[in-house]
Every structure is written in structure tokens, then in C-alpha cells.
């Protein structure tokens, strides 16, 4: 019932910026917080950043200062601008959003199918 649809990964150098989409579709009545998460080879998924529908945000330590995420509400779209990449942060990254559905007004929280960011030192 609620799709997200990611783009805007890809190889970069170190010190290099690219830009993470994630915009959800479906029977939504509203979206309340919505984030990034993002998993290495051999490691658990982490939380990378957050906003709320209030546009309050919450950051990984490791990306304080180089990540910001963003949302548009009107698009149902979040984003992740990523500056000074470092190859630490090679990954696969996965948008996550919850809020509420049309139908019944029930709760949901669906992932998006993952996007690889691959930093080059």
C-alpha cells in the first residue's frame, strides 16, 4: 500500500558529495517521521538521520556536520545531501517512513529497496 522509490547513489571519492532521494507513494493519509538508515558488509543497519513532521532532525554522531536531511511534504520526499564522503561511509543506504494510512488510518512503516554509496579513498 506504500511504496518508497530511492535514487541518487553511486561511486564518489572521498571528500565528494551526492544527494540520496526517497519519495513514498501510495494510500497515505500522513507521513510523520522519516529517515535514513544505512548497512555495511558485516554490520548491523544504523540510523543515519531523521525528521520529523515537525522538521526536527537527529544525526549520527559519525555524520554530524557532513550529512543533512531534508524533507519536502508536498513531494511525500525526503532527503540526504551528503558532504565529505569517507570511505567509512560506504554502504548501502535505506530510507524508512511511517505515518498513517487512508483507509483505516492505521499505522505503517515501510523501507525503501536500498541504494549503494560506495566512497573511494
Known amino acids: 500500500q506504500v511504496q518508497l522509490v530511492e535514487s541518487g547513489g553511486g561511486l564518489v571519492q572521498a571528500g565528494g558529495s551526492l544527494r540520496l532521494s526517497c519519495a513514498a507513494s501510495?494510500?497515505?493519509?500522513?507521513?510523520?517521521?522519516m529517515g535514513w538508515y544505512r548497512q555495511a558488509p558485516g554490520k548491523q543497519r544504523e540510523l543515519v538521520a531523521a525528521?520529523?513532521?515537525?522538521?526536527?532532525?537527529n544525526y549520527a554522531d559519525s555524520v554530524k556536520g557532513r550529512f543533512t536531511i531534508s524533507r519536502d511534504n508536498a513531494k511525500s520526499t525526503v532527503y540526504l545531501q551528503m558532504n565529505s564522503l569517507k570511505p567509512e561511509d560506504t554502504a548501502v543506504y535505506y530510507c524508512?517512513?511511517?505515518?498513517?494510512?487512508?483507509?483505516?488510518?492505521?499505522?505503517?512503516?515501510?523501507w525503501g529497496q536500498g541504494t549503494q554509496v560506495t566512497v573511494s579513498s
Open positions: 524508512n517512513v511511517d505515518g498513517r494510512l487512508k483507509s483505516d488510518y492505521r499505522r505503517f512503516t515501510s
Open positions: 501510495g494510500s497515505i493519509s500522513r507521513i510523520n517521521n
Open positions: 525528521i520529523t513532521s515537525d522538521h526536527s532532525t
